[in-house]
């Protein structure tokens, strides 16, 4: 949108919001409030929960990682007004995770390179994650699945609110036999 097309640096938003924060903000609060009109209609629709996808979070600066990405993701849970759970994924951000839950996601979903039990751990009982296979495992073997697999419910313990997950999707080069390893030991149909 302010890119002109796919960019690797994000150099005209990050300019943009440096050097006209009037433009960035104003910009901002159009996409929040089309995110707003668009997830009510997802709920209408009938979705049962809703994800958002903070790709922006480990781009900006963290000394602006407040005002420029959890601000608005704040507000764009708060006008959802609690009508079904919302999720939040930030990649390469789950350091931020205690700042992440005050956006009022009921789930905070977290990449691979992320341990479970050390974020359980600065977090209260009472949120619930998501994650953390990383997807590069389901292209190795069936074995090793099964072990990584293993690895993540470890980690995730026996605490109540925890929702296995790849730590980024599925990639094309996934092989069905390690999905299918993955399934077993997640549904517990054979122990790894």
């Given at each position: 949108m302010v890119e002109g097309g796919?960019?690797?640096?994000?150099?005209?938003?990050?300019?943009?919001?440096?050097?006209?924060p009037e433009q960035f903000e104003a910009l901002m609060q159009k996409l929040t409030n089309a995110i707003v009109e668009y997830l009510h209609m997802q709920i209408d629709a009938?979705?049962?929960?809703?994800?958002?996808?903070?790709?922006?979070g480990a781009i900006c600066p963290a000394t602006h990682y407040e005002a420029w990405s959890l601000r608005w993701i704040r507000?764009?849970?708060?006008?959802?007004?609690?009508?079904v759970p919302v999720i939040l994924y930030a990649k390469g951000m789950g350091h931020k995770a205690a700042?992440?839950?005050?956006?009022?996601?009921?789930?905070?979903s977290l990449d691979w390179t992320m341990n479970l039990r050390r974020v359980r751990s600065t977090l209260n009982h009472g949120t619930a994650i998501q994650g953390n296979l990383d997807p590069v495992v389901l292209t190795t073997t069936p074995?090793?699945?099964?072990?990584?697999?293993?690895?993540?419910l470890d980690q995730a313990g026996k605490q109540p609110g925890f929702i296995f997950n790849l730590g980024h999707g599925m990639i094309?080069?996934?092989?069905?036999?390690?999905?299918?390893?993955?399934?077993?030991?997640?549904?517990g149909q054979k122990n790894a």
């Open positions: 796919s960019a690797k640096d994000f150099v005209a938003i990050k300019k943009l919001a440096w050097d006209q009938g979705a049962d929960a809703l994800q958002i996808f903070d790709s922006w507000h764009i849970i708060k006008e959802l007004k609690k009508r700042d992440q839950i005050h956006t009022g996601a009921s789930v905070l074995e090793i699945t099964r072990i990584e697999a293993q690895r993540v094309p080069s996934a092989k069905i036999e390690c999905v299918e390893a993955l399934m077993e030991v997640v549904t």
